[in-house]
């Protein structure tokens, strides 16, 4: 199976900031500048969730929970997503999932753990 790579995720204290990056896999990186590109978080118990997207053309979407802390962007030259996390808060633990929507099918990452915790 073809994933996409996350990476970024750690343990950090309430306030404190992270920056996740995903990186389309060799496979479909020819397809990467056309994706739906989104972040989705799990946290343990609880169903997979939008946290953020961007569109081909740079066009974003947030959660509730995470507008004006977290910012998506993208950057088509090195098929790279980015997720800037700032303020954090413990109800931001989960694990994060980078996704990847074309016209056919999604691909999704293995996920990175974010921790929130003093």
């Known amino acids: 199976q073809v994933y996409l790579v996350e990476s970024g995720g750690g343990l950090v204290e309430p306030g404190k900031s992270l920056r996740l990056s995903c990186v389309a896999p060799?496979?479909?990186?020819?397809?990467?500048?056309?994706?739906?590109m989104g972040w989705y978080r799990q946290a343990p118990g609880l169903q997979r969730d939008m946290v953020a997207t961007?569109?081909?053309?740079?066009?974003?979407n947030y959660a509730d929970s995470v507008k004006d802390r977290f910012t998506i962007s993208r950057d088509n030259a090195r098929k790279r997503v980015y997720l800037q996390m700032n303020s954090l808060k413990p109800e931001d633990t989960a694990v994060y999932y980078c996704?990847?929507?074309?016209?056919?099918?999604?691909?999704w990452g293995q996920g990175t753990q974010v921790t929130v915790s003093s």
């Open positions: 996704s990847c929507q074309d016209d056919s099918q999604v691909y």
């Open positions: 060799r496979a479909i990186t020819s397809t990467f500048n056309a994706c739906l």
């Open positions: 961007i569109t081909s053309r740079k066009d974003t």
